[in-house]
């Protein structure tokens, strides 16, 4: 073998990965920061994967899973290029995986059997909010039925006072979830003890108003609380429709994310939903830039009934659904759905 011929071979080959980097950093396709470090996450409302044994059986979302044969993917399914795509995804599971017949009596209350589990799974729903009042719809069995069902499936679940962690692309996420009454002492030392062990706080809040569209003055004072106490996100449910997104000291907050995947009501008046997705990018300093984008959806893949598959809004429908909820929102402008939060200069 010819030494001069394999060096000089070697050394084109050097400078044309050189020049092939050259031109990608500078048409933007490479970063020039090798250190940086990014995650995304999406973000959804209410989950309600069961039904009120009070509603009967037909046009309930325990009918339907029958009606396919038990195909869990059918609940996702026209999300799943979303959440599939992303690192982590993000709902509030609103009601209990549990075969107790012992219901609180109370006006809704909701339960799915705890192979539903799979829903969750064959979503790509990685992580779960229990902090909210549909959590002990069937006592302490029914919290520890459905505990035990997550736990099994590796679904990660928090709330209820169970701080955890999640931990992707060398980029770690803490999550915290309250109903309601809040300690704000308590959730400041939370929130301060958290960001000594992770990279980014979500803090997920079951608070507001139902059916009401703008959030009251205690949900805006805790989560510019919140955010001051060091959360890098503060997401909201349980009034059922959509709230505003508000920009508050370089982070995102959303009041409400609405219903989602809703077994609560065989036909909501308002479907409309959406699939908030939020990259952090992360350096070697701490944040380095945070961007968001609204994906309008449906609660339903049909408009005259809750057929429990949340669908994906698109065309003239979708940027209605924007100039819509751009009136909700304060100091936000939308392009294509997509919001700059924060970018370090």
């Given at each position: 073998?010819?030494?001069?011929?394999?060096?000089?071979?070697?050394?084109?080959?050097v400078?044309m990965?050189?020049?092939?980097?050259?031109?990608?950093?500078?048409?933007?396709?490479?970063?020039?920061?090798?250190?940086?470090?990014?995650?995304?996450?999406?973000?959804?409302?209410?989950?309600?994967?069961?039904?009120?044994?009070?509603?009967?059986?037909?046009?309930?979302?325990?009918?339907?899973?029958?009606?396919?044969?038990?195909?869990?993917?059918?609940?996702?399914?026209?999300?799943?290029?979303?959440?599939?795509?992303?690192?982590?995804?993000?709902?509030?599971?609103?009601?209990?995986?549990t075969?107790?017949?012992?219901?609180?009596?109370?006006?809704?209350?909701?339960?799915?059997?705890?192979?539903?589990?799979?829903?969750?799974?064959?979503?790509?729903?990685?992580?779960?909010?229990?902090?909210?009042?549909?959590?002990?719809?069937?006592?302490?069995?029914?919290f520890?039925?459905?505990?035990?069902?997550?736990?099994?499936?590796?679904?990660?679940?928090?709330?209820?006072?169970?701080?955890?962690?999640?931990?992707?692309?060398?980029?770690?996420?803490?999550?915290?979830?309250?109903?309601?009454?809040?300690?704000?002492?308590?959730l400041?030392?939370?929130?301060?003890?958290?960001?000594?062990?992770?990279?980014?706080?979500?803090?997920?809040?079951?608070w507001?108003?139902?059916?009401?569209?703008?959030?009251?003055?205690?949900?805006?004072?805790?989560?510019?609380?919140?955010?001051?106490?060091?959360?890098?996100?503060?997401?909201?449910?349980?009034?059922?429709?959509?709230?505003?997104?508000?920009?508050?000291?370089?982070?995102l907050?959303?009041?409400?994310?609405?219903?989602?995947?809703?077994?609560?009501?065989?036909?909501?008046?308002?479907?409309?939903?959406?699939?908030?997705?939020?990259?952090?990018?992360?350096?070697?300093?701490?944040?380095?830039?945070?961007?968001?984008?609204?994906?309008?959806?449906?609660?339903?893949?049909?408009?005259?009934?809750?057929?429990?598959?949340?669908?994906?809004?698109?065309?003239?429908?979708?940027?209605?659904?924007?100039?819509?909820?751009?009136?909700?929102?304060?100091?936000?402008?939308?392009?294509?759905?997509?919001?700059?939060?924060?970018?370090?200069?």
């Amino acid at each position: 073998m010819n030494l001069k011929f394999r060096a000089g071979n070697a050394v084109i080959v050097v400078l044309m990965i050189g020049f092939y980097l050259f031109l990608n950093i500078a048409m933007g396709k490479v970063t020039a920061n090798a250190n940086s470090k990014q995650i995304l996450v999406t973000v959804v409302g209410d989950c309600t994967l069961g039904t009120d044994v009070n509603f009967g059986y037909e046009d309930t979302l325990p009918a339907v899973i029958d009606s396919i044969k038990g195909d869990y993917s059918y609940v996702f399914k026209k999300v799943y290029s979303i959440t599939s795509a992303d690192d982590l995804t993000i709902a509030n599971l609103e009601g209990t995986f549990t075969n107790s017949d012992c219901r609180f009596p109370k006006a809704f209350a909701f339960k799915g059997p705890p192979e539903y589990v799979r829903i969750l799974t064959s979503g790509s729903v990685e992580a779960v909010n229990l902090a909210n009042n549909h959590t002990y719809d069937y006592y302490e069995q029914g919290f520890n039925d459905t505990v035990r069902s997550l736990q099994n499936a590796g679904v990660l679940w928090f709330g209820e006072e169970a701080v955890r962690s999640f931990t992707k692309n060398g980029v770690s996420i803490g999550l915290l979830g309250y109903a309601f009454s809040v300690d704000e002492d308590q959730l400041a030392k939370t929130i301060t003890v958290l960001k000594k062990t992770t990279d980014i706080v979500i803090v997920s809040f079951h608070w507001g108003h139902e059916s009401s569209y703008w959030p009251d003055d205690e949900q805006i004072d805790l989560a510019h609380f919140a955010i001051d106490s060091g959360a890098d996100m503060v997401v909201g449910h349980h009034p059922h429709v959509l709230q505003g997104l508000e920009i508050y000291n370089n982070r995102l907050i959303a009041y409400s994310l609405g219903n989602f995947a809703f077994g609560g009501n065989t036909n909501s008046t308002d479907k409309r939903t959406m699939l908030l997705q939020i990259k952090f990018t992360l350096d070697e300093q701490g944040m380095k830039t945070i961007r968001a984008k609204v994906i309008p959806a449906s609660i339903s893949s049909v408009d005259y009934i809750n057929n429990y598959q949340p669908n994906l809004i698109e065309g003239e429908e979708k940027q209605i659904f924007l100039e819509w909820l751009q009136t909700l929102c304060t100091g936000i402008s939308f392009k294509q759905g997509e919001i700059r939060v924060f970018s370090k200069s």
